[in-house]
């Protein structure tokens, strides 16, 4: 049997709406639950703190007069409502002014204590659990962050795929030969490319949680840019090698560093929708930037110099530009902004710090500038709990990387023009962004991470199975098969919110999206090694290894389904044989943290 949710679960678990006709259990008859409201027979809370809820339509809450309540009865407006016209209608607040407080476990009289925040907390003068807002005032600010924070976000990842994706279009504009490279020299240059990447990673990780993300991606940003401007003058193999290793480095943990810089602004349950965004402004660059790159590569014998050097300069100088905004612009957290980010600074500040802390306390466990000690890196490395989800880091991408970067090659191999095949292999970008979509709002709707996943197998295997079993195709056939294979929904941003829900404090959520992310480089290392030059141009034992990697990830994301529940199902029968006493003793007296506590639940 499930144990009561409400107040009873720790860090790390939002607290989830009752719907029509639920009963909702709370240990607190002192103060949220024990306020009675019978709204036209709709909703009554009982002398035994329940909440009974009748009726098929979602009701409001009002707060009684004089008295400021935490309510539970609505969810906050989520960014699919936008795409789902009836979900915004099931979700309607019919009055923006009633308390939108999420119901958390600070309003528990003997639990709050044992989740008070350190007074180091870089947020604790905003810290009040007493503090209540409305939904107005919560919509409005959640929009503010949306245009300043998420935004600033995707224009810094919009950078990172700029200098990503121009490797792909000097290829097409015959870098490898002019430089007298193969094409394993290429696939060499991105494994060295993702070892150093995946080296930098938890170094990267561990200077940007002493330092604070705001600072170290735009010394990221500016490092790498640099480093973009000097391919301008690479002349051969060495020097080719050496930039591919070094820009690894300075890339190393750039998106954890924004994952750990936006779930300090967003709640967990509102970062699967935006990391969709972000990702879907990832796809728009790769198909804009094709064009744009075309454009560029038209200055070759400008200065006796070939059109991918211009590129290079060109988009280094860029992402020059985009560092030295970032060093000013970006906040260090929602209590350290400046005056002008708000538009009611005091009070705003207070709501984006509290509707932090109701839906997460373990984000309040360390200051945004504490490092890590060795013992925490090390517990958190070995935390066997997060280990599923790093085999899917491992495997998932595999298939899609491995056409997608050998995909402009093959389209000059069968005959394709610079141009065609720049446009061609940028198609799968704009296709992309409808199915990951579709995933992402079905993660919502459905509130499933696991078997949406397999979705991405359901998609890519037909076409591995095509490209391993037909003929080899003509030029056309090639491209209408790897680019519905490489439109398949890209759920690389369910999986980043998903580990760092289920990370439990700020501390460990630092680490486990770096190692999670090394684990997605490995994943690009299997992709440059899987097609050789001597399988060419069918490939035949790499879509065989593509078919394998695929069926395995596909199976095992099952047993993940099923390991995070049988965690869940251990916990609720331990907590709930548990006495009062028992329950107070454990929260007093436990060493656990995170996700080690037993009121912490696995999301699946």
Same mark, same amino acid.
């Given at each position: 049997?499930?144990?009561?949710?409400?107040?009873?679960?720790?860090?790390g678990?939002?607290?989830?709406?009752?719907?029509?006709?639920?009963?909702?259990?709370?240990?607190d008859?002192?103060?949220?639950?024990?306020?009675?409201q019978?709204?036209?027979?709709?909703?009554?809370?009982?002398?035994?703190?329940?909440?009974?809820?009748?009726?098929?339509?979602?009701?409001?809450?009002?707060?009684?007069?004089?008295?400021?309540?935490?309510?539970?009865?609505?969810?906050?407006?989520?960014?699919?409502?936008?795409?789902?016209?009836?979900?915004?209608?099931?979700?309607?607040?019919?009055?923006?002014?009633?308390?939108?407080?999420?119901?958390?476990?600070?309003?528990d009289?003997?639990?709050?204590?044992?989740?008070?925040?350190?007074?180091?907390?870089?947020?604790?003068?905003?810290?009040?659990?007493?503090?209540?807002?409305?939904?107005?005032?919560?919509?409005?600010?959640?929009?503010?962050?949306?245009?300043?924070?998420l935004?600033?976000?995707?224009?810094?990842?919009?950078?990172?795929?700029?200098?990503?994706?121009?490797?792909?279009?000097?290829?097409?504009?015959?870098?490898?030969?002019?430089?007298?490279?193969?094409?394993?020299?290429?696939?060499?240059?991105?494994?060295?490319?993702?070892?150093?990447?995946?080296?930098?990673?938890?170094?990267?990780?561990?200077i940007?949680?002493?330092?604070?993300?705001?600072?170290?991606?735009?010394?990221?940003?500016?490092?790498?840019?640099?480093?973009?401007?000097?391919?301008?003058?690479?002349?051969?193999?060495?020097?080719?090698?050496?930039?591919?290793?070094?820009?690894?480095?300075?890339?190393?943990?750039?998106?954890?560093?924004?994952?750990?810089f936006?779930?300090?602004?967003?709640?967990?349950?509102e =970062?699967?929708?935006?990391?969709?965004?972000?990702?879907?402004?990832?796809? +728009?660059?790769?198909?804009? #930037?094709?064009? /744009?790159?075309y454009?560029?590569?038209?200055?070759?014998?400008v200065?006796?110099?070939?059109?991918?050097?211009?590129? /290079?300069?060109?988009?280094?100088?860029?992402?020059?530009?985009?560092?030295?905004?970032?060093?000013?612009?970006?906040?260090?957290?929602?209590s350290?902004?400046?005056?002008?980010?708000?538009?009611?600074?005091?009070?705003?500040?207070?709501?984006?710090?509290?509707?932090?802390?109701?839906?997460?306390?373990?984000?309040?466990?360390?200051?945004?500038?504490?490092?890590?000690?060795f013992?925490?890196f090390f517990?958190?490395v070995?935390?066997?709990?997060?280990?599923?989800?790093y085999?899917?880091?491992?495997?998932?991408?595999?298939?899609?990387?491995?056409?997608?970067?050998?995909?402009?090659?093959?389209l000059?191999?069968?005959?394709?023009?610079?141009?065609?095949?720049?446009?061609?292999?940028?198609?799968?970008?704009?296709?992309?962004? /409808?199915?990951?979509?579709?995933?992402?709002?079905?993660?919502?709707?459905?509130?499933?991470?696991?078997?949406?996943?397999?979705?991405?197998?359901?998609?890519?295997?037909?076409?591995?199975?095509?490209?391993?079993?037909?003929?080899?195709?003509?030029?056309?056939?090639?491209? +209408?098969?790897?680019?519905?294979?490489?439109?398949?929904?890209?759920?690389?941003?369910?999986?980043?919110?998903?580990?760092?829900?289920?990370?439990?404090?700020?501390?460990?959520?630092?680490?486990?999206?770096?190692?999670?992310?090394?684990?997605?480089?490995?994943? #690009?290392?299997?992709?440059s090694?899987?097609?050789?030059?001597?399988?060419?141009?069918?490939?035949?034992?790499?879509?065989?290894?593509?078919?394998?990697?695929?069926?395995?990830?596909?199976?095992?994301?099952?047993?993940?389904?099923?390991?995070?529940?049988?965690?869940?199902?251990?916990?609720?029968?331990?907590?709930?044989?548990?006495?009062?006493?028992?329950?107070?003793?454990?929260?007093?007296?436990?060493?656990?943290?995170?996700?080690? =506590?037993?009121?912490f639940?696995?999301? /699946?």
């Amino acid at each position: 049997m499930v144990a009561p949710i409400v107040a009873e679960i720790g860090p790390g678990v939002p607290v989830l709406p009752p719907h029509p006709g639920a009963v909702v259990p709370t240990s607190d008859s002192s103060s949220i639950a024990s306020e009675k409201q019978d709204e036209s027979g709709r909703k009554t809370i009982n002398s035994d703190g329940e909440l009974t809820l009748s009726g098929s339509e979602t009701p409001s809450f009002s707060p009684p007069s004089g008295k400021n309540l935490a309510v539970e009865g609505l969810e906050p407006p989520r960014l699919v409502d936008l795409f789902l016209p009836q979900n915004k209608k099931r979700n309607q607040i019919k009055d923006l002014d009633t308390i939108a407080t999420q119901r958390s476990v600070l309003d528990d009289p003997v639990k709050a204590q044992h989740f008070q925040p350190p007074t180091t907390w870089e947020n604790y003068r905003n810290f009040d659990s007493e503090f209540r807002w409305t939904w107005r005032e919560e919509k409005d600010l959640v929009r503010l962050l949306d245009r300043k924070v998420l935004a600033f976000a995707c224009l810094a990842f919009v950078s990172l795929n700029l200098d990503r994706n121009n490797l792909l279009a000097a290829n097409s504009d015959g870098m490898l030969p002019d430089l007298g490279l193969t094409q394993d020299d290429y696939g060499l240059a991105n494994t060295l490319f993702k070892v150093c990447f995946l080296i930098a990673e938890l170094p990267g990780q561990l200077i940007s949680k002493r330092i604070g993300p705001d600072r170290f991606v735009p010394l990221q940003m500016g490092a790498w840019a640099i480093l973009t401007i000097f391919q301008f003058f690479i002349s051969g193999r060495t020097s080719y090698l050496l930039c591919r290793c070094l820009l690894g480095f300075c890339q190393g943990s750039f998106i954890p560093d924004l994952m750990l810089f936006l779930s300090l602004f967003y709640k967990n349950a509102e =970062l699967y929708m935006r990391l969709a965004i972000f990702w879907f402004g990832m796809q +728009a660059t790769s198909f804009v #930037s094709s064009y /744009f790159t075309y454009g560029l590569m038209q200055m070759g014998g400008v200065a006796g110099k070939e059109g991918w050097r211009w590129l /290079f300069f060109w988009e280094g100088l860029l992402t020059l530009g985009m560092a030295v905004l970032a060093w000013f612009k970006m906040p260090p957290g929602p209590s350290q902004v400046k005056r002008g980010f708000y538009t009611d600074h005091d009070r705003q500040s207070k709501i984006a710090v509290m509707r932090i802390i109701r839906d997460d306390p373990g984000k309040a466990t360390m200051h945004n500038r504490q490092g890590l000690s060795f013992k925490q890196f090390f517990e958190t490395v070995l935390d066997y709990k997060m280990f599923p989800l790093y085999f899917h880091g491992l495997l998932f991408e595999v298939p899609q990387d491995t056409v997608q970067q050998y995909l402009t090659i093959s389209l000059k191999q069968l005959g394709f023009s610079t141009l065609l095949s720049q446009t061609l292999s940028s198609v799968h970008y704009a296709c992309t962004i /409808f199915t990951s979509l579709a995933v992402n709002i079905l993660v919502e709707l459905t509130r499933t991470r696991a078997l949406n996943c397999v979705l991405l197998g359901i998609w890519v295997l037909p076409c591995l199975i095509a490209l391993k079993l037909l003929p080899f195709p003509n030029p056309w056939g090639f491209f +209408a098969v790897a680019t519905v294979l490489t439109s398949g929904p890209y759920i690389h941003p369910i999986q980043v919110a998903w580990v760092s829900e289920i990370s439990g404090d700020v501390g460990k959520r630092a680490l486990t999206a770096s190692v999670y992310n090394m684990f997605v480089q490995g994943s #690009s290392i299997i992709g440059s090694n899987t097609y050789r030059a001597s399988d060419a141009p069918e490939y035949s034992k790499g879509n065989t290894v593509l078919i394998v990697l695929t069926t395995v990830n596909m199976l095992f994301y099952f047993f993940t389904r099923w390991f995070y529940r049988r965690i869940n199902i251990k916990r609720d029968e331990r907590w709930s044989s548990m006495s009062e006493e028992e329950k107070e003793h454990y929260l007093a007296t436990t060493t656990d943290k995170g996700n080690d =506590l037993l009121t912490f639940r696995f999301v /699946f």
